[in-house]
């Protein structure tokens, strides 16, 4: 695997665009591997590579969305561990929308998500813009860091992992009130409606 790092680092951006769409449904090489390396070496870029790394993550997601609604969850199971279709299939029960951001953010690799929500049939307009949210958040937010703070950025990833934890389980934290406000409000909505 090292030396498919190396050949895409030598692609520049291409391979990460590789990368990133290639390991939303079926690669193992880690878009950050690539994204880092090349944000440090032309900081002035390094937004432009969260950006472009976030959006060929989503367009490789719809790809392994459309690859689990076409073989279907028992299909899904037979490429994708059981521990990670369960955890997805579990909690996706209780609020898809939650589940997919979670799982965006989540060390659950990203293949196994967007595959797991194609044979679970969730929407897929929100889909893609829960997957853009999380996704963003791990690419876009990297560039964003490395633009404002270069090498000192990357030490930030790994000193303060439990800070970034906390800051993100918040912002979880608060996505998940305002989804539960919302679904609370459409019910009562209905009600009314009913009436």
């Known amino acids: 695997m090292e030396a498919l790092v190396v050949i895409l680092l030598e692609w520049g951006l291409t391979g990460l665009l590789i990368a990133a769409f290639t390991e939303s449904f079926i690669s193992p090489v880690l ?3 690539l994204l880092i390396p090349l944000a440090l070496a032309n900081p ?10 976030t959006f060929a993550s989503i367009v490789g997601g719809l790809i392994g969305y459309l690859i689990g609604l076409k073989i279907g969850l028992p299909a899904a199971r037979k490429f994708i561990p059981n521990k990670y279709i369960d955890k997805i299939h579990d909690t996706v029960q209780d609020n898809a929308v939650l589940a997919i951001f979670l799982a965006a953010l989540s060390p659950i690799p990203y293949k196994f998500i967007s595959i797991t929500a194609g044979a679970l049939k969730i929407n897929m307009p929100m889909f893609l813009i829960i997957s853009f949210l999380g996704r963003g958040k791990r690419f876009f937010l990297e560039g964003i860091l490395i633009y404002y703070f270069g090498a000192q950025a990357v030490e930030m990833f790994t000193q303060h992992k439990d800070d970034m934890l906390i800051i993100s389980l918040i912002v979880i934290a608060a996505v998940a009130l305002v989804a539960y406000a919302l ?13």
Request: hydrophobic share 35%; proline share 4%; no cysteine.
């Open 44 to 53: 002035h870029n390094a937004v432009y590579y969260g950006l472009a790394a």
């Open 183 to 195: 679904k609370k409000s459409k019910k009562e909505n209905t009600a009314l409606d009913k009436l």
């Open 31 to 33: 878009p950050d591997l």
